[in-house]
């Protein structure tokens, strides 16, 4: 049985968020900085958020070369870690979404799980983060696939589907019934919400906007539904590489993780990285994050 997730023994709990690495079978300098971050920040979970690899695979053994390029970071160093699917990580056509979430979760350290799926999505899950104490959930990580591409009649990216956000509700409250609170959580997917424009235009921002939001042109309610509910303090994703922003908009922080692959689009000129969150056990809704990036002095010791 996989080990929980828990606070250390200082009431701490550190996340490194990684995303759009676009791994192939073909190893690249991706891999190399995922080291090095992981050897600076020491995070206790590691979460891919999507776009993990991509259409360079062409081949089943390709796929799974990939993956365990991908893995060897976390399962190396013993750092439990999870991923959600991106609009990439499947194009390659050679392993459906399902057989790639099974040979994650193959994995000694990966928490990834099938959870709640349809037709098209995989991996809607959450994760309780434990009191460094005892097994009382003091934090809620949810992750949520956020599809691929709208049909050719509208055009664009897909969108977080209302069954999707039936299942975020539906978890939310079995939780707080449970447990007679809400526990604080993230959110992670890999396509941003139309909100990220609203709460960058209008919002608090640290970070850069360096490219347009690629969202989905429809919008089901699921920010409206995670304002309403009150336990979610942040939605973070990828996507667009160039953005590293952390805005907020109803009480809820928006924020990207930039990009940390060279296998996809880039610009040696915007640093590829990561994001990472550090969460206090005393008062998790409150946390604090930061980007960490391949030219910061500290990777260079």
Not at 163 to 189: C, D, E, G, S, V
Not at 252 to 259: E, H, P, S, T
Request: charged share 30%; with cysteine; proline share 3%.
């Amino acid at each position: 049985m996989k080990n929980n997730l828990r606070f250390d023994s200082n009431g701490k709990f550190k996340i490194v968020q990684f995303t759009d690495i676009h791994e192939g079978p073909s190893r690249d300098k991706s891999i190399e900085l995922i080291n090095k971050i992981l050897d600076y920040e020491n995070p206790n979970m590691v979460i891919l958020s999507g776009d993990i690899i991509d259409g360079k695979c062409q081949t089943a053994e390709d796929v799974k070369k990939a993956i365990n390029h991908i893995a060897e970071p976390m399962e190396n160093r013993n750092v439990p870690w999870c991923i959600v699917f991106g609009n990439h990580d499947d194009e390659h056509n050679m392993m459906t979404k399902e057989e790639m979430m099974n040979l994650y979760m193959s994995f000694k350290h990966n928490l990834s799980q099938v959870g709640y799926k349809t037709f098209d999505r995989i991996g809607n899950y959450n994760l309780l983060v434990e009191s460094s104490k005892d097994k009382t959930p003091k934090f809620n990580i949810y992750m949520i696939d956020s599809g691929k591409y709208a049909p050719a009649i509208i055009g664009g990216y897909d969108w977080i589907k209302l069954t999707q956000i039936w299942w975020y509700k539906r978890t939310a409250i079995n939780l707080k019934k449970k447990y007679k609170r809400l526990i604080p959580a993230l959110m992670f997917f890999h396509i941003p919400l139309k909100k990220f424009k609203k709460a960058c235009k209008t919002g608090l921002v640290n970070g850069e906007r360096l490219e347009d939001e690629s969202c989905a042109k429809i919008n089901l309610c699921l920010f409206n539904k995670i304002v309403k509910i009150g336990d979610v303090k942040g939605i973070f994703v990828g996507h667009d590489h160039f953005n590293n922003y952390c805005a907020a908009l109803d009480g809820v922080r928006l924020g990207y993780a930039g990009y940390t692959g060279y296998g996809g689009y880039g610009d040696d000129k915007i640093p590829r990285g990561a994001r990472v969150f550090l969460i206090n056990e005393e008062n998790p809704a409150d946390f604090k994050t930061w980007t960490r990036r391949e030219f910061d002095t500290e990777l260079k010791k």
